[in-house]
């Protein structure tokens, strides 16, 4: 359980984060969205006990990040942004010192290390400089550093950041596969990976939270969710445009490109494909194509961060 | 194993994985023997004793401890591996001091190599063993003071040029605080007390002291406090910068 109580940070005059409460409980995979700068590492570095909060609490596991920073620290495996690490030393090796460092003695180390490289495969370069690794063998090392005391709370920074679309895959089967005891928090600027890993998704502006929901929920807030875009073979888009204006359930409804037209339910969850359906069939037009369309994360994303949320 | 056990451990394998250790050992080898025969005129003196060897490192130090000091926490800082030290669950001193005593002992180690020069100096007279061995701890700690400050410089930046040239600088101040060059600018103006102090503060009046083969409590303890104390600020230079 982590237990974030009006957490903010202040550099000089300018507030990066700004009283941001929230509870996170076991098996939540939770998603920090922002764009650049919005203060989801800042968060994190906090969260960590990297960085001291200007004012307000966090807890991880009940351990206070200020007053019991190493309890809190011992419970939580970190991948900070970009995945540092000692880059001259072997994977081995700084396995072992990770290890080490997170109190494992004697046989312990290497069952730690061998379990944890099962987990990100990093077999075939056990005995490698670091430094001489591909980017994507990097942040496996980075994720299995995190990993290495089995944690039961997980905070990666950008852990898909510079992969290619396989290791991006990788990466996030990774993190589902996580025991459902865990807590993880990801903070990403890829909104497909919110949708792909999280069971909650935060939007992170100036420092604020601007939405806290599931990624489905909060793609139901996209304009376009539930809209439905058609073309009849009978009849041209200005046409259609009118007959479909005049059903009751209809917000607005607008011209497509190549003919068609995208119909905009007034609530959502109204019944506007029976009705919409009910008009083609009543007057006998022929339907090229239909889509319902489902909300998508980056409009409810951009609204949210750039002002003028619907 | 305690977490500083571990950090001194890997702090110090680290010197060995790239070229660095090599390099420096070999250099400060070579300097130190070439200035005792050169410069110091080792033979010519006619005299048993290694005056002309211990008389150079304080300048030899000047430059090359700042040049193992510059990485221990510029480099974490470029690389960004601070975030990762230190939200491991350790803390800060143990981060601070496993590193510091890392350098310590890797400078002592650079100091064992010199053997072959007390060995030789044993072999063509009878010199006095306690003054050379009081020589030895004494240009250790001298080191150590130096790394301690060189430990600081380097929690300043992320630059290893600039904790390099920051910590060259500094020790110069303390080897130069006991020189007329220092002194007479002081001198007439600031009551004796003072001056007295700002020659007490150098490291050459230490360091002689000790070299000649009396290790007094004094000196001891400016050496131990002077580490101390730059290790305190190097805290507080991580904590207050911990955000860049």
Same mark, same amino acid.
């Given at each position: 359980m982590i237990q974030v109580n009006?957490? /903010?940070?202040?550099?000089?005059?300018?507030?990066?984060?700004?009283?941001?409460?929230?509870d996170?409980?076991?098996?939540?995979?939770?998603?920090?969205?922002?764009?650049?700068?919005?203060?989801?590492? *800042?968060?994190?570095?906090?969260l960590?006990?990297?960085?001291?909060?200007?004012?307000?609490t966090a807890k991880i596991n009940g351990h206070d990040i200020q007053s019991e920073?190493?309890?809190a620290?011992?419970e939580?495996?970190?991948?900070?942004?970009?995945?540092?690490?000692?880059?001259?030393? /072997?994977?081995?090796?700084?396995?072992?010192?990770?290890?080490?460092?997170?109190?494992?003695?004697?046989?312990?180390?290497? @069952?730690?290390?061998?379990?944890?490289?099962? @987990?990100?495969?990093?077999?075939?370069? &056990?005995?490698?400089?670091?430094? *001489?690794?591909?980017?994507?063998?990097? @942040?496996?090392?980075?994720?299995?550093?995190?990993?290495?005391?089995? %944690? @039961?709370? &997980?905070?990666?920074?950008?852990?898909?950041?510079?992969?290619?679309?396989?290791?991006?895959?990788?990466?996030?089967?990774?993190?589902?596969?996580?025991?459902?005891?865990?807590?993880?928090?990801?903070? /990403?600027?890829?909104?497909?990976?919110?949708?792909?890993?999280?069971?909650?998704?935060?939007?992170?502006?100036?420092?604020?939270?601007?939405?806290?929901?599931? %990624?489905?929920?909060?793609?139901?807030?996209?304009?376009?969710?539930?809209?439905?875009?058609?073309?009849?073979?009978?009849?041209?888009?200005?046409?259609?445009?009118?007959?479909?204006?005049?059903?009751?359930?209809?917000?607005?409804?607008? &011209?497509?490109?190549?003919?068609?037209? *995208?119909?905009? %339910?007034?609530?959502?969850?109204?019944?506007?494909?029976?009705?919409?359906?009910?008009?083609?069939?009543?007057?006998?037009?022929?339907?090229?194509?239909?889509?319902?369309?489902?909300?998508?994360?980056?409009?409810?994303?951009?609204?949210?961060?750039?002002?003028?949320?619907? | 194993?305690?977490?500083?056990?571990? !950090?001194?451990?890997?702090?110090?394998?680290?010197?060995?994985?790239?070229?660095?250790?090599?390099?420096?050992?070999?250099?400060?080898?070579?300097?130190?023997?070439? +200035?005792?025969?050169?410069?110091?005129?080792?033979?010519?003196?006619?005299?048993?004793?290694?005056?002309?060897?211990?008389?150079?490192?304080?300048?030899?130090?000047?430059?090359?401890?700042?040049?193992?000091?510059?990485?221990?926490?510029?480099?974490?800082?470029?690389?960004?591996? !601070?975030?990762?030290?230190?939200?491991?669950?350790?803390?800060?001193?143990?981060?601070?001091?496993?590193?510091?005593?890392?350098?310590?002992?890797?400078?002592?180690?650079?100091? =064992?190599?010199? +053997?072959?020069?007390?060995?030789?100096?044993?072999?063509?007279?009878?010199?006095?063993?306690?003054?050379?061995?009081?020589?030895?701890?004494?240009?250790?700690?001298?080191?150590?003071?130096?790394?301690?400050?060189?430990?600081?410089?380097?929690?300043?930046?992320?630059?290893? =040029?600039?904790?390099? $040239?920051?910590?060259?600088?500094?020790?110069?101040?303390?080897?130069?605080?006991?020189?007329?060059?220092?002194?007479?600018?002081?001198?007439?103006?600031?009551?004796?007390? $003072?001056?007295?102090?700002?020659?007490?503060?150098?490291?050459?009046?230490?360091?002689?002291?000790?070299?000649?083969?009396?290790?007094?409590?004094?000196?001891?303890?400016?050496?131990?406090?002077? !580490?101390?104390?730059?290790?305190? +600020?190097?805290?507080?230079?991580?904590?207050?910068?911990?955000?860049?």
């Amino acid at each position: 359980m982590i237990q974030v109580n009006q957490l /903010t940070k202040q550099f000089g005059s300018s507030v990066v984060v700004n009283g941001l409460s929230f509870d996170v409980g076991a098996g939540a995979v939770l998603g920090f969205l922002g764009p650049n700068g919005a203060g989801k590492s *800042t968060t994190m570095k906090m969260l960590t006990g990297f960085l001291l909060p200007s004012s307000g609490t966090a807890k991880i596991n009940g351990h206070d990040i200020q007053s019991e920073r190493q309890a809190a620290q011992a419970e939580i495996g970190y991948l900070p942004e970009g995945a540092p690490c000692y880059e001259e030393m /072997t994977v081995y090796d700084f396995l072992r010192f990770i290890s080490e460092i997170r109190g494992f003695r004697g046989r312990e180390i290497a @069952r730690s290390i061998d379990r944890v490289l099962e @987990r990100v495969s990093l077999h075939s370069v &056990l005995n490698q400089r670091i430094e *001489t690794l591909s980017k994507g063998f990097k @942040r496996r090392v980075g994720l299995a550093q995190a990993l290495i005391h089995d %944690p @039961r709370v &997980l905070i990666l920074d950008e852990p898909t950041d510079g992969l290619d679309p396989n290791q991006k895959h990788q990466v996030r089967e990774m993190i589902r596969s996580l025991s459902d005891e865990k807590i993880v928090i990801i903070s /990403t600027h890829i909104l497909e990976e919110v949708s792909a890993v999280c069971s909650r998704a935060m939007i992170i502006n100036k420092g604020e939270i601007v939405m806290d929901n599931s %990624p489905e929920a909060l793609a139901e807030l996209a304009p376009e969710h539930e809209s439905i875009s058609l073309k009849v073979a009978d009849l041209g888009p200005q046409e259609l445009a009118d007959a479909l204006s005049q059903l009751p359930e209809t917000d607005r409804v607008t &011209l497509d490109q190549g003919g068609g037209v *995208t119909v905009f %339910p007034k609530i959502i969850g109204s019944p506007l494909l029976g009705a919409v359906q009910a008009l083609l069939a009543a007057k006998h037009w022929r339907v090229d194509s239909m889509i319902q369309h489902r909300g998508q994360l980056d409009a409810v994303f951009r609204a949210a961060t750039e002002g003028g949320a619907r | 194993m305690s977490h500083l056990a571990v !950090i001194f451990r890997r702090e110090f394998a680290s010197y060995f994985v790239t070229p660095v250790a090599y390099v420096f050992i070999l250099v400060f080898l070579v300097l130190s023997s070439a +200035f005792t025969f050169y410069l110091g005129q080792f033979y010519e003196r006619g005299q048993a004793d290694l005056q002309p060897f211990f008389n150079f490192h304080p300048w030899l130090y000047l430059f090359l401890v700042p040049a193992v000091s510059m990485r221990l926490w510029s480099e974490e800082r470029k690389s960004g591996s !601070i975030e990762l030290l230190l939200t491991l669950p350790i803390t800060l001193w143990e981060a601070i001091l496993g590193k510091f005593l890392a350098a310590w002992a890797f400078a002592g180690l650079a100091l =064992i190599g010199t +053997f072959p020069i007390w060995m030789t100096v044993a072999f063509l007279g009878e010199p006095d063993h306690g003054a050379i061995m009081g020589s030895y701890v004494g240009s250790w700690l001298m080191a150590g003071a130096f790394l301690a400050i060189g430990c600081c410089m380097s929690a300043l930046t992320k630059s290893q =040029i600039i904790a390099f $040239i920051l910590s060259g600088t500094a020790c110069l101040m303390f080897v130069l605080a006991g020189f007329p060059l220092v002194l007479n600018f002081f001198e007439g103006w600031v009551p004796v007390m $003072i001056l007295d102090l700002i020659a007490g503060l150098s490291v050459i009046t230490h360091f002689t002291s000790i070299s000649k083969g009396v290790v007094a409590l004094t000196d001891l303890i400016y050496f131990v406090s002077m !580490i101390l104390l730059w290790l305190f +600020f190097t805290r507080l230079m991580l904590i207050m910068k911990s955000a860049d």
